[in-house]
């Protein structure tokens, strides 16, 4: 070795012997020194054996700590200059190992000769020394510096990977999973707190004396000896579901259980097992509570569900039982319009008798007269002529008579609720004359006048023939005791929507106790009425979706107003 061969000199051969052994020492004392502390023990050490008048150390922190920069001089130097001489120093930590350079010197006068030696981290780590010394450095010096430069990487770079681990170390034992190691044959190595507390473990040595198999629930132990430990051993990991034991308590635990095989990384054989567990209390609880939440749900759900059922079954019921109701109520409302008017047209038959009489008693007489002028053969030729007109005068009396039949039978024929559009005049002109010819009081002078924008209707003739009958007869009935017997019905349109039958009349007039009951059945004030004409004609009136209103006329007398809707154009 050159530098060897340079060391002639027994003397610094012992030197060098001495501070070899010194720098050899040094690595056992920085064991648990940080970067900065072993960056500052090397200093030290150089300075003495180097006999230099500066070291100065920069050694990198551990990943984001600041580089740690450390200056020993010979002499006491005022920290004002030392940032400056650190500065000149730092540029010189750069150089090549080998290389020597002379600088002014930053410490006093003359010269100082710098060498530096690197450390293996890069950038400015490294260790300078100077002196002003002309023969410095030495090829001692030079072998001390780089050796000491060596120590301190390693020592700083297990320092740093002792921190690592320290750092590992404590996540793994701080965390709330179960996290173990074992030997291949199942003898644990290392258990974490958590495991030790989800086991109720009380120490190490009551672990080494167990096998991981003892961890597991009873009934579990043949399923992870002969299927999961085997599976762990051929693909390197088992994930699942997997009961362990506590030991005080005897709780059988469930777990997520990552079971893996660790293996050497140079060699690639498998070296131990370990594991990464979690309890599973806590997620089953949840799981178990979020169930029973489902189902009492669903219970509520099915319950209120057939609350609903029943309640929509007795609704159904009562919906039926109302069109029951109704369809009673519509066939007694058809039976109450025919009672009435057969009982119109019974009270009708006398008055028609009297009616049928004339044309029937006009007919006999011409039938007769004719007879007459042929009681002795055929006519002489001049009173051919008067013959014939005799002869037709008693087919317009047959005509009539039977017109008043048809009206008569079409009047008490029931069925007829067909609805179309009618000839509002007529209709009342006809019901008019029936009314007419009814048993009510002689004289009455009857007064109609339409309106022409109010001539069509749509409605069930026989129907509103019959609202105005009883209209029209009530008028003449309340008119038996006036002196002054005037009955008027007007038609009007109201306006686009509606037109107005009004019935006017000069009788009696009607008392308030009445007014209150007026459309109600069965209120009558007349000895032979059922009082069911009134409450007929707003039935009436209203199934025609119009109105039947009452009030009274000025001067005297009753004003009954129905009011029907416009029909659609056609
Ligand atoms: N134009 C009127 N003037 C005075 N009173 C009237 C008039 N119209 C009806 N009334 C009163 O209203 C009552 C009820 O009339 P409604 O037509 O309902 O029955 P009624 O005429 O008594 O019997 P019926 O069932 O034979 O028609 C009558 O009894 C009468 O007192
Ligand atoms: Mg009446």
Redesign the pocket.
């Known amino acids: 070795m050159p530098w060897v061969d340079k060391l002639s000199e027994p003397q610094e051969l012992r030197r060098c012997i001495r501070d070899l052994v010194a720098l050899s020492t040094l690595p056992a004392i920085w064991k648990d020194y940080n970067s900065r502390q072993i960056a500052d023990s090397a200093a030290a050490a150089l300075l003495s054996m180097l006999n230099a008048d500066v070291i100065y150390v920069t050694v990198p922190g551990l990943r984001d700590e600041p580089v740690a920069d450390v200056m020993r001089t010979s002499q006491a130097v005022s920290i004002g200059s030392s940032g400056h001489i650190e500065r000149i120093l730092r540029g010189a930590s750069r150089g090549r190992r080998d290389q020597i350079s002379a600088i002014d010197n930053p410490l006093g006068k003359g010269t100082l000769r710098i060498v530096a030696a690197p450390m293996g981290f890069g950038g400015d780590a490294g260790i300078v020394a100077g002196s002003v010394n002309p023969q410095f450095p030495s090829e001692t010096d030079r072998l001390l510096l780089g050796i000491a430069a060596n120590h301190a990487t390693l020592a700083i770079q297990r320092w740093h990977a002792e921190a690592e681990q320290r750092r590992l170390a404590t996540v793994i034992e701080r965390s709330s999973e179960f996290i173990g190691i074992a030997d291949l044959d199942g003898t644990p190595q290392y258990l974490n707190k958590a495991a030790f507390d989800l086991l109720g473990l009380s120490g190490t040595e009551e672990v080494q004396r167990l096998n991981i198999f003892d961890f597991m629930a009873p009934d579990e132990r043949t399923r992870a000896h002969r299927e999961l430990l085997p599976m762990v051993m051929r693909t390197g990991r088992w994930l699942g579901e997997l009961n362990l034991c506590h030991f005080k308590t005897g709780e059988i635990i469930p777990f997520l259980v990552d079971w893996f095989r660790i293996d050497d990384s140079r060699t690639g054989r498998p070296t131990n097992m370990a594991t990464v567990s979690r309890d599973l209390r806590h997620q089953k609880k949840l799981e178990a509570d979020l169930r029973r939440l489902n189902e009492s749900l669903e219970q509520r759900v099915a319950e209120r569900t057939s609350e609903l059922a029943e309640a929509l079954e007795r609704l159904t019921l009562e919906a039926e039982e109302r069109l029951c109701a109704d369809v009673r109520a519509q066939q007694l409302q058809a039976e109450l319009h025919h009672a ?1 008017r057969l ?1 119109a047209a019974g009270q009708m038959a006398g008055a028609l008798a009297h009616e049928l009489n004339q044309p029937l008693t006009a007919f006999t007489n011409s039938i007769n007269a004719v007879h007459r002028m042929m009681a002795n053969g055929p006519p002489a030729p001049h009173r051919v002529a008067t013959v014939r007109d005799v002869l037709g005068e008693a087919a317009d009396q047959a005509l009539r008579a039977g017109e008043i039949i048809r009206r008569l039978r079409e009047f008490v024929t029931r069925g007829e609720t067909e609805m179309r559009i009618e000839n509002l005049p007529d209709l009342i002109r006809e019901a008019s004359h029936l009314a007419s010819a009814g048993t009510g009081p002689h004289g009455v002078q009857v007064r109609l006048s339409f309106d022409p924008r109010a001539e069509a209707v749509f409605a069930n003739r026989i129907q509103l023939q019959q609202v105005m009958l ?1 209209l029209i007869r ?2 003449h ?2 008119m038996a005791q006036s002196e002054w017997r005037e009955l008027e019905v007007v038609t009007a349109r109201l306006d686009d929507k509606s037109i107005e039958i009004a019935v006017a ?1 000069r ?4 008392p308030d106790n ?1 007014v209150e009951h ?1 459309f109600e059945p069965f ?4 000895v032979d ?7 007929i004609c707003r039935s009436i009136v209203e199934a025609h979706r119009g109105k039947l209103g009452y009030e009274p006329n000025c001067g005297g007398g ?1 004003i ?1 107003r129905v009011t029907l809707p416009v029909p659609p154009e056609r």
């Open positions: 009435s009982s009883n009530n008028a009935e309340a009349d009788g009696s007039g009607l009445i007026l209120h009558t004030t007349k009425g059922m009082g069911l004409g009134l409450s009753a009954f």
